[in-house]
């Protein structure tokens, strides 16, 4: 089992930044992609960010192309989301998630999830 806890949400104006914190524990978090999903309310989760565990690796949703990155110390075992120029349109709950091999843009294939962290973009 690996064990992900978010941190770093919080409420922000149009423009701003924040940088979310996943950390995980638990079984060897080696060869495991790590990838960021939000859920907004009333709407699906979606997929937002993924990187390799090399880090050689990411994918981006269009929609944060730009302004967003995802960062990996696998020393300490944790994953970052720096999120830039933020917009109304970002509020959700953001979730990190993990999975064997290669990162992927689909929820489905991720193992294990953190219990999320809000987003809030004030306009």
């Known amino acids: 089992q690996v064990q992900l806890v978010e941190s770093g949400g919080g409420l922000v104006q149009a423009g701003g930044s924040l940088r979310l914190s996943c950390s995980a524990s638990?079984?060897?978090?080696?060869?495991?992609?790590m990838g960021w999903f939000r859920q907004a309310p009333g709407k699906e989760r979606e997929f937002v960010t993924a990187?390799?565990?090399?880090?050689?690796?990411?994918y981006w949703a269009d929609s944060v192309k730009g302004r967003f990155t995802i960062s990996r110390d696998n020393a300490e075992t944790t994953v970052y989301l720096q999120m830039n120029s933020l917009k109304p349109e970002d509020t959700a709950v953001y979730y990190c998630?993990?999975?064997?091999?290669?990162?992927?843009?689909?929820?489905?294939?991720?193992?294990?999830w953190g219990q999320g962290t809000q987003v809030t973009v004030s306009s």
């Open positions: 638990g079984r060897t978090f080696s060869n495991h992609a």
């Open positions: 998630a993990a999975k064997y091999g290669m990162p992927s843009g689909t929820y489905y294939s991720y193992n294990y």
């Open positions: 990187i390799s565990w090399s880090g050689g690796i990411t």
